[in-house]
């Protein structure tokens, strides 16, 4: 697959340079860098010529010039875990991986900011600024082994995105290399700068394809006191969605609310040794709700369990210690891979609404999943219209699949489109997606896209056929 004309698949005379560059010890080559060839992305894997593991940004600007003149391909990689094959290098372009670059540089307590390198994985940096009594908000479900540099990729969000936002939310610093070598910085430890074009905004959610990000300055927030979560059944995945629109609607702000619906619940229970309460739900909500007193989060837990079963919620579960959350969670955190153990092939999607167009979300994929003989299972975060929408391939033969998902997905994404929504909400359109950017954004913006990149980005070295 050849994904942009006048690359050059490196030789051995090219690699030797760009490992010379870091290090011998700090390369990959030949077999040992397959597990480099791919990421969560299902079924989709190239194999590098060489995989580079420089140890700091002067390093990354010297690969970026020299693989600039060469024009030889770079993808940029964090640690594997995006969905939608932004990672993999096609045609025998350079892996050029942040892993190194895995220190945090500062907690800044005066300015509640942190500087990091952008290989920390996320849950180590959450952990870190806890221990100052602050908090960095976004919490994608792979937080234990996703990097922050990867979370600036995709603009990552995650359960709690509801309440505090996603990571472009908290970026206010960047410095990055560019294609050419350039080093660039925006911004820093500001709450306010309109100084000329916001590049920084331009970067986040770039998918590695407009420059290589090497520092990154994040705004924390103080870490709320306490928390409480709530199980809330209900009979039906209408009223389940409905009563979402509801709470938001009554000037309630949770957390997280997020949902599962009822045949993923009862697959639950029937293949994990979780203790999944009201297996005989239509749908499940998951409710977190934090605050700085005792007294206010029990007043904001009574009044969302008042709405639920003002609602006709069958029943509302309280947990409020971290051995009953941990309980409670389990359902919804191992939902995936459970999916997965049905049938390890599936088609994942993504998609966001609004919220209150999450009923019609819904019905319309169970609709599609019927029209196409396929099993449809939904699950999410609710509370931000970001549905998760898997279809399960189980035992249907593999061309038949392959006819099933050209004409399903498309169709499913329209649906989104029609509901006022995108196509995806924060797994990024990396390759997988690339083919269907079309049916969520208008040709006058993509061209203004592919211009974008243009100027950041001359030769298109970088992450070539990703993204526009």
């Given at each position: 697959?050849?994904?942009m ?22 390369s990959v ?22 995989v580079?593991?420089?140890a ?16 030889i ?14 990672a ?29 390198q ?13 221990e ?8 994608p ?5 996703c ?17 505090y ?89 949770p ?26 739900a239509?749908?499940?909500l ?42 409670l969670?389990?359902?919804?955190i ?22 209150a ?18 099993r449809v ?29 050209e004409?399903?997905v ?14 995806t909400?924060?797994?990024g ?29 001359p ?10």
């Amino acid at each position: 697959m050849n994904v942009m004309p006048g690359l050059i698949k490196p030789n051995d005379k090219h690699i030797a340079a760009l490992i010379a560059l870091v290090g011998e010890e700090h390369s990959v080559s030949g077999e040992a860098a397959i597990d480099y060839s791919h990421d969560e992305s299902p079924e989709i894997s190239a194999t590098p010529s060489v995989v580079l593991k420089p140890a700091d940004e002067t390093q990354i600007a010297e690969i970026m010039r020299y693989a600039n003149s060469e024009s030889i391909p770079i993808v940029p990689r964090g640690l594997g875990t995006g969905v939608a094959g932004g990672a993999v290098p096609f045609d025998g372009a350079v892996v050029l991986s942040l892993e190194r670059l895995n220190r945090i540089i500062e907690i800044d307590t005066d300015n509640l900011m942190v500087v990091t390198q952008p290989g920390v994985v996320v849950e180590e940096l959450q952990r870190a600024v806890k221990e100052k009594g602050l908090m960095y908000p976004p919490d994608p479900a792979s937080q234990d082994t996703c990097s922050i540099g990867g979370n600036i990729a995709t603009n990552a969000g995650g359960m709690s995105a509801v309440k505090y936002g996603v990571t472009r939310d908290y970026v206010k610093g960047i410095r990055a290399v560019l294609a050419t070598g350039e080093i660039i910085a925006y911004g820093g430890k500001l709450v306010k700068n309109v100084a000329g074009y916001d590049l920084l905004h331009i970067i986040i959610g770039s998918e590695g394809t407009l420059a290589i990000v090497t520092e990154i300055t994040l705004k924390l927030i103080p870490l709320p006191k306490c928390h409480i979560d709530l199980l809330i059944g209900f009979e039906s995945v209408k009223a389940a969605t409905e009563a979402v629109s509801e709470i938001i609607r009554r000037r309630i702000v949770p957390t997280s609310i997020e949902f599962m619906e009822g045949d993923i619940v009862r697959m639950v229970a029937e293949k994990s040794s979780a203790t999944v309460p009201m297996v005989d739900a239509g749908a499940h909500l998951i409710i977190s709700i934090d605050a700085d007193d005792d007294e206010e989060l029990k007043r904001r837990y009574l009044e969302l369990g008042d709405i639920a079963l003002e609602l006709g919620a069958m029943d509302v579960l309280v947990a409020d210690s971290p051995h009953l959350q941990k309980r409670l969670w389990e359902p919804r955190i191992s939902s995936r891979d459970i999916i997965r153990e049905v049938s390890p092939t599936i088609m994942a999607e993504d998609i966001a609404v609004p919220r209150a167009k999450l009923p019609q979300l819904w019905e319309g994929a169970r609709k599609l999943g019927e029209k196409y003989g396929i099993r449809v299972l939904s699950f999410g975060h609710a509370g931000d219209g970001n549905l998760h929408i898997d279809a399960l391939k189980e035992n249907i033969p593999d061309k038949e699949w392959e006819d099933k998902m050209e004409k399903y997905v498309p169709d499913l994404l329209k649906l989104a489109v029609k509901l006022g929504g995108t196509i995806t909400g924060e797994h990024g359109i990396g390759y997988i997606k690339r083919k269907y950017l079309h049916i969520g954004v208008g040709k006058a913006e993509r061209e203004l896209m592919a211009r974008i990149k243009k100027a950041f980005d001359p030769n298109g070295i970088l992450n070539p056929g990703k993204v526009i």
